[in-house]
């Protein structure tokens, strides 16, 4: 057996032995904050447009009523509500990453089990979350491994292997079925970054055809049909193909870590990519007491994928979808008005003159950051009118690990997140979800977590 495949079988026997392996404590309560997390950013993306656009669509794929909407409560085939929870997770650029991965491991993972889930009935809160730090172990490990600079949508196309993982864990399938899933789902994993380069709302829907993809391959897994199984190193495999440079060091201590810890928390509904600047900007206006006028210019200085990802000039005219992915609007935004909102990416926001004049004193610029995949460490500096100077050194930028958001700060962006959507969730539904999250060991059927999220009680 050659070293490449050993890694492969690694990766299956985990899945199958983490079925049986309690969930460490941290990992635990880890799973809960960013199941909330993202239930709370994909209720607000109920209000982006394109989601009606969307449901339309899917109805031309088949009838059916085992699981449902987040929101709406609308009754759809698992496969659909797989495919329309996830766009609504990512939508907005608001939910969790898994920064050294540069994944978004909970838009793909959750959306899928939890559709999974209540498809099949009567899978426990304890059972879902053991299998939802697994699928995020897998997605963002194989991540992790990756060296070159992103090509393909590292987030949609690592989030599925995770779900398939996860799904298999939650059907006790064996090493051989589990494989074949894993090798199937992988025959269909799509997303490329160009669709982020133009900002395209295409974005956040390569998350959710990934969806369909985990579901697929379970469904064609359960009923034998052999899957590709050298997936990830063989001569047209995902570390042949999609992440060409990798690290086999990514995998040392696989058997023993839980990246459900490692996730980023993202404060404000834009890239993670725009964060530091953000944060930076914010501290040293805190700190020193300058205003919007006083600036005359504001430099970030960050690693190779800050520039890739949200180095980009801002326009009166920017789509939304563009707009959450540049840092100077971004960072001008939360400097006029001391946060980012949603409704920050309207465009009558977005063309606001005054808006507009400061961004265009803001520029990112590279560090000299050796590693393509780094989003830390980020500098802020600040030069004022009157010749002062300010600067910030940010070796983690705020809901990170190294500086996470405390669980107030947290609630605080789920209430906030929940309230505005297309609808805004109820006061009391908002603090049921918060229960029952929190008491997720406890739940006899996830099917009863769905019901919370609904607009209208059931």
Known sequence: MSAP????????????ADATTPLPE?????TETFILDSLGVALSGTRVPLVAELATVAAQWGAGDAARVWGTGQRVPAATAAFLNGYQIHNQEWDCVHEPAVVHPMAVVLSTLLAYAEQRGGIDGRRYTRACATAVDIAATIGCAATNKLRFFRPAMCGALGATAGIAQLERFDEATTRSALGL?????????????EGSPVLPMQIAFNTRAALVAIELARRGVRGPQDFLEGPFGYYTLIDPEW???AFDDFEARHCITELSHKPYPS?????????????LMQQHGFDVAAIAEIRVLA?????????????????????RLCAPYVIATALQSGNVDVLDFEPQRIADPQRQALAGRIRVVPDGNPSLNALAPQRVEVQLHDGSQHAVDLPAVLGAPGRPLSRERHLAKFRRAASSGARPLAARRIEDLIRLVDELDALPDMRRLVDATLFEVP
Do not use: C, E
């Open 26 to 30: 941290d990992a635990r309560r880890a």
């Open 303 to 323: 690693p190779p994928l800050v520039i890739q990802l949200v180095d980009r000039a801002p326009r009166p005219d920017m789509a939304p979808s563009y707009a």
């Open 185 to 197: 789902a992988y025959s269909q994993l799509s997303g490329t970054m160009q669709a982020h380069v």
């Open 247 to 249: 690290d086999a060091r």
């Open 5 to 16: 495949d050993r890694i492969t079988a690694r990766l299956v026997r985990r899945i199958v």
């Open 271 to 283: 890239g993670r990519a725009t964060h530091g600047g953000v944060d930076g900007a914010l501290t």
